[in-house]
């Protein structure tokens, strides 16, 4: 029995699934305010199918906000979210989420390999425990962020960046084929970065898309595909190579300065 | 003054079945209040309940159970709902929204107490407050081979019976849902991304302690409630870093401090040569304290003592290491 | 009959009623600003519930009180000596709470609650301790409980009112400091302000109002008069010193009709109608104020959906799309659409939005940095927000 309480007729099916329909995330119009105040405004983005999506915007930007009116997480004033080729909240078992640190309580008495775990729950269903596969599936997550040593520690003992690194492994577990991920790389050490990197660069062979949101403009180019500028609304969206100019950064940041020493590529 | 089997199978038993009981159902289901830093939750349920006892009372006229119960189950939907609803919409901390909610209607049910006693019907706010342990009486037994006769276990009070139904009920749910439980309560966002309703399962923890905490009214009162779902709970917190060892030795804590502080409350003042025994809920909430007091004091890892010794461990370490670093030089 | 108790409540409400209830009321409602004023900062704070433990934690304070008074052949119920046992315990709780949460992984939730209930429980173990020792003047002791004020003697009721008005005369003289501590504690420590020592200030006066609240709402209530008037008035306002004087005023409002009820109908315990007036007073405020008022802000929530639905089915007609069902009717009624087209009205308010959305856009690609903190911008007509010549420069390189 699968988690379909939201929306019991639209059963599924990992064949239904597949993600046959062309683009990954379209959104429309998708507006959020807190009272009167716009934190989205009017945003429209049609994702590219696979790659690497960085979400990129000065502090304040909405950034954070849009993965979670994406989710659901947040009430949206209008608007529409699909995932391919239907709304979001009907194609749960295709998203994946990594979530800021700061989001859960680190002192829960949880092991790391138990955390992980949770990413199978929307595939176990009800009553139904924790199968032995589902605990080797995710075990094998661990290992990917090479974190395997670790599963037994309970989470409040691992450093920021082992956090970090048990947070995608519980997405790595979830399997899905559309990832969001809310700055993965803020504050971690040089280990993490790698493991995170690495594991980006795994999902992107496998075809998976990830819309990552990310501060750090220096990397930017070297780590992601595609990119989305936005400040409140969407001021441009594209590769890279093309979005990535001096001139889209400055519409971007505004009078703020720009976190970037050399010229974008 | 003598104590004899009898009065003791017939008196003594039956309430610290009850006491057992009703600590081991709370200290479970406290568990997660706990864990969802929702422990005052416990205190608002427990007095908001009283206006849906009351009317439960007054509507069906009589103190069977089933009515007040309803009532009491109403009002703790309904506080939980007023309590979601100030501290969202109304955007005031939770904290406010609680302490709004079960004080206005813990007057309420006040207030509707004393109507009842107006139209002369005895219902008591003090026996809310501290419960009536000690009229639990369990009068079939005669003597220690009563315990073997099935028709004395048939004749156990009704007090008792729901007792055991409701922990039992308490067990089930969190044996069913242990996997929905533990991601709703540690990672909201996540369980709601996945499908799982975690508002859902926030209401259904808001209604089980309501349940566990009308159950546990007539036989111990409010305040042994409010102690048992959280006391029992933050001690296990201190004492293991794993959830499911942390459930079980919350029940057994609980159930320790329900034996030793029924013992203390109901047999310490006879030794002493006193005549009447102590509150014994009350005793029992004390007991649950002095656990936890121990348990800040002495756990292992979380205690103050042991990080004490942590601290002065690593302290040790680094002089040596300093002492070493001074050597080497020249 | 009514025409009689409706004159007996004229009278008690304005202290016409004989100089004993006159009494009682006004030190009733001094209860009540007292709660209220303090409560504000106790609200800000977060600590509204931190005072729910501290009037738990007197009872064992006034029974060991009561022993010591007992023991040392004191006349039974010596008022003086059982309030000061009652600080001791409470301020020993609100200790003990501040160490658990220093010292130990638990949260304030689990602190609170335990001190609460097991400081409570010894307190009726001691409570029955001193039934089974028949001591006298133990009858009084179940009043500190649930409250009485018509067990509230002529001078109890001026000492309460002097205390109370101090304790509110100590918020007026301290606001400053106090707003310094409610809105960013760590700020204040760095400024060199004494945190630890108004912190401590705040909650000495939270336990004054505690100890003098308990004779007449009872230990469990009291809280009540701490965070129930507050709240209402976090409503009404969005400005401290409004906050503070409305919270006051309604605490006051509370502790006045509320005495009078009770001394109307006194069989009802004088606590628990207080805090249903203050608590209906809540209600009104939380549905209906107009600043932060559920209504309120259910209407404006509502209005902002409507406006953008309405201006994307605009643009979509303009587009020549059509819109259906309740959008299309509501529309049909704005006199925008007939029979499916837009109409001259229609065309001009689509024109009208996508040229405020195109300003918008405009001005926030050159200026982003100039958006005014206080509009909303992007939501209201631009017209009516930026400058006559701001727009037209907008307009003209819009144009360009």
Known sequence: MQYLWRTPGSRTTPEEASPISPSPLVIRDLTVAYHRKPVLWNVDYVAPPGGLIAVVGPNGAGKSTLIKACLGLVPKVSGSVEAFGRPIDK????????????????????????????????????????????????????????????????????????????FLARALAQEAQLYFMDEPFAGVDAATERAVLHVLRDLDAAGRTVICVH???????????????????????????????????ARTYGGQPVPFTEAAR | ??????????????????????????????????????????????????????????????????????????????????????????????????????TVMFAAGVVMIERAAASGVDLDADCVLYGQLETILWLAPTGWASLLDPAAWAAMPREVVTLGAVFALCLALVVLFYKELKITTF??????????????????????????????????????????????????????????????????LGVLAAVVGYGAAAFGPLWLGAEHSLNAAGMIAVAAGLILALAVLFGPTHGILGKRRAVGRLRTLVTTDAVAADGRRP | MIPAIMDEAWRILTFQAGFNSAVVVAGTAALGLAGGTVGTFLLLRRRALVSDALSHATLPGIAIAFLIGAALGLPGRSLPL??????????????????????????????????????????IVLLSLIQNLELGGQAGL???????????????????????????????????????????????????????????????????????????????????????????????????????????????????LGATLSALLPKLPAGAVIVLV???????????APARGLVAVALRQARLRLDFAERRALSVLLGGGSVKGMLGAWLGLRGFVRTGTLTERGREAARAAERNRRLWDRFLTDYPTLIPAHVNWGVDPIDDVLPVDMVRMLEERGAS
Not at chain 2, 86 to 93: A, D, N, Q, S, T
């Open chain 1, 91 to 166: 194609q749960r078992r295709l998203i994946g989420y990594v979530p800021q640190r700061e989001s859960v309580d680190w002192d829960f008495p949880v092991s790391a390999l138990d955390v992980v775990a949770m990413g199978r729950y929307g595939k176990i269903g009800w009553f139904r425990p924790v199968s032995r596969a589902h605990k080797e599936a995710a075990l094998h997550a661990l290992e990917r962020v090479g974190m395997a040593d670790f599963a037994k520690r309970q989470i409040g003992q691992l450093s920021g960046g082992q956090q970090q690194r048990v």
């Open chain 1, 215 to 249: 501060h750090d403009l220096q990397t930017v180019a070297d780590y992601f595909d595609h990119v989305l500028l936005m400040n409140t609304r969407v001021v441009a969206h594209g590769t890279v190579s093309r979005t990535l100019t001096p001139e889209l950064l």
């Open chain 2, 1 to 102: 003054m003598t104590l004899t089997v009898q009065e003791f199978l017939q008196i003594d038993v039956p309430a610290l079945l009850a006491a057992v009981l009703v600590c081991a159902a709370c200290a479970l289901v406290g568990n997660f209040l706990v864990l969802r830093r929702q422990g005052l939750m416990g205190d608002a349920v427990s007095h908001a309940v009283l206006p849906g006892i009351v009317a439960g009372f007054l509507v069906a006229g009589t103190r069977e159970t089933l009515p007040m119960m309803l009532g009491a189950l109403a009002a703790a939907a309904l506080a939980g709902v007023l309590i979601e609803a100030i501290r969202r919409l109304g955007r005031l901390e939770s904290g406010a929204a609680m302490g709004v909610v079960f």
């Open chain 2, 187 to 252: 990672d909201p966002a996540l369980a709601s991304t996945l499908g799982i309703p975690a508002g859902l399962f926030h209401y259904g923890v808001v209604l089980l302690v309501a349940t566990t905490a009308i159950a546990a009214f007539e036989a111990v009162g409010s305040i042994l409630v409010i102690a048992m779902l959280i006391a029992p709970p933050a001690s296990a917190r201190l004492l293991t870093d794993r959830m499911a060892v942390q459930l079980v030795l919350s029940v057994a």
């Open chain 3, 82 to 123: 059982l309030l000061a046992g009652a600080v001791a315990s409470g301020v020993l709780g609100l200790l003990t709470i501040q160490a658990l949460v220093r010292h130990t992984r638990l949260t304030e939730d689990a602190a609170i609650g335990a001190v609460l209930s097991v400081f409570f429980g010894l307190g």
């Open chain 3, 142 to 256: 179940k009043t500190f409980i649930l409250g009485q004020t018509a067990a509230m003697a002529q001078g109890e009721a001026v000492g309460i009112g002097l205390l109370a008005a101090a304790a509110a005369a100590a918020v007026a003289l301290l606001f400053k400091e106090l707003r310094v501590l409610a809105f960013d504690p760590g700020f204040a420590a760095v400024q060199g302000w004494p945190v630890a020592r108004l912190d401590l200030l705040l909650m000495g006066l939270a336990a004054l109002v505690t100890v003098i609240g308990l004779q007449t709402v009872g230990l469990i209530l009291v809280v009540a008069l701490l965070i129930v008037p507050p709240a209402a008035a976090r409503f009404w306002t969005d400005r401290l010193s409004t906050l503070t004087v409305v919270a006051a005023l309604i605490g006051a409002l509370s502790g006045w």
């Open chain 3, 278 to 288: 203050a608590g209906a007073i809540f209600l009104v405020s939380f549905l209906f």
